[in-house]
């Protein structure tokens, strides 16, 4: 069984501050995503990382995945408070035609609160 | 960009109803949809994966019998609670993915807010 160790649970700072939330596993994920969800929504995804060591950036946000796809980070740089919300890493299976095939498995999730 | 649909969006029932929850892809074929349950501040768990046409996998502890889920068609997936007690109380998503690659992105719904009295 894959796990993703996601940390911090909780988050709360103040608006203009930067902030990293860590995902971490003992397993090799094919790639990692990142989600942000809203209270009585569904999640949205903001990103992919498939390559190890690779960085993605999305306006404020830098996504790192780790050298060997075992670990990854969310960054955000001067947060605003349309952050607030909850973000989810989840690690996506490999192996073709195994019964793991393309799932994903979700870290603990980190609630964000971002205060003006 | 491709929507997944869920309906109802909210439902509140009496103990011993079986409530059954749709989901829809509507712009594209879905060969596999995964159900996720989620507790409140907490993140998704994963109950079962259905491929269209075939049986649902389910994820260890995850009861077979309580959570009935077909997956008829290309665009739609069922999600049938039976016998829902108040324990089962969560919010209950879906997601539908299209190509069988690992790497396609899972797409979605809004999720169905259950709550049984």
């Known amino acids: 069984t894959q796990l993703l160790e996601q940390s911090p649970q909780f988050l709360s700072i103040q608006e203009g501050e930067n902030l990293t939330v860590y995902c971490n596993s003992s397993?090799?994920?094919?790639?990692l995503q990142w989600y942000r969800q809203e209270p009585g929504e569904g999640p949205v995804l903001l990103v992919t990382v498939v390559t190890g060591g690779e960085v993605k950036k999305l306006k404020r946000l830098t996504f790192q995945f780790g050298d060997a796809r075992k670990d990854s980070s969310l960054h955000i740089t001067a947060a605003q408070t349309g952050d607030t919300g909850l973000y989810l890493c989840?690690?996506?299976?490999?192996?073709?035609?195994?019964?793991?095939?393309?799932?994903?498995?979700f870290g603990q999730g980190t609630i964000l609160t971002v205060h003006p | 960009g491709a929507v997944v649909s869920q309906h109802p969006s909210w439902v509140i029932c009496k103990s011993g109803t079986s409530v059954k929850i749709e989901c829809r892809s509507l712009?594209?074929?879905?060969?596999?949809m995964f159900w996720y349950r989620q507790f409140p501040k907490q993140s998704l768990m994963l109950m079962a994966t259905s491929n269209e046409g075939s049986k649902a996998t389910y994820e260890q502890g995850v009861e077979k019998d309580k959570f009935l889920i077909n997956h008829a068609s290309l665009t739609l997936s069922t999600l049938t609670v039976t016998s829902a007690h108040p324990e089962d109380s969560s919010f209950y998503i879906c997601s539908a993915r299209g190509l069988q690659r690992y790497n396609q992105p899972q797409h979605f719904g809004d999720g169905t807010r259950l709550s049984i009295l």
């Open positions: 397993s090799v994920f094919s790639s």
């Open positions: 712009d594209f074929q879905a060969t596999t």
């Open positions: 989840a690690g996506v299976s490999g192996g073709a035609g195994g019964t793991s095939y393309g799932k994903l498995t």
